[in-house]
């Protein structure tokens, strides 16, 4: 791949791990990653704005 990625992670998630994260970043190297503390399954609920701010800050980066 090369277009721009953001991979992001609630830290407390059950759906992935931040090693799944690692890998995805080894293999795409441009992918930035985005972990949100004290965050669950569901980031736009739980820390709207810290989401959306991540968000702002990597479509500027385009």
């Known amino acids: 791949m090369t277009s721009p ?3 992001r992670i609630p830290v407390s998630s059950s759906d992935g791990t931040l090693a799944q ?3 995805i970043r080894r ?3 441009q992918a ?3 972990v949100l503390e ?3 399954h569901v ?3 739980e820390q709207p704005q810290a989401l959306l701010d ?3 800050r990597f479509l500027r980066s385009l």
């Open 32 to 34: 930035e990653l985005l």
């Open 21 to 23: 994260l690692d890998a």
């Open 43 to 45: 980031p736009q609920q």
């Open 38 to 40: 004290n965050c669950r």
């Open 27 to 29: 293999h795409v190297p």
């Open 54 to 56: 991540a968000c702002m």
């Open 5 to 7: 990625q953001r991979q």
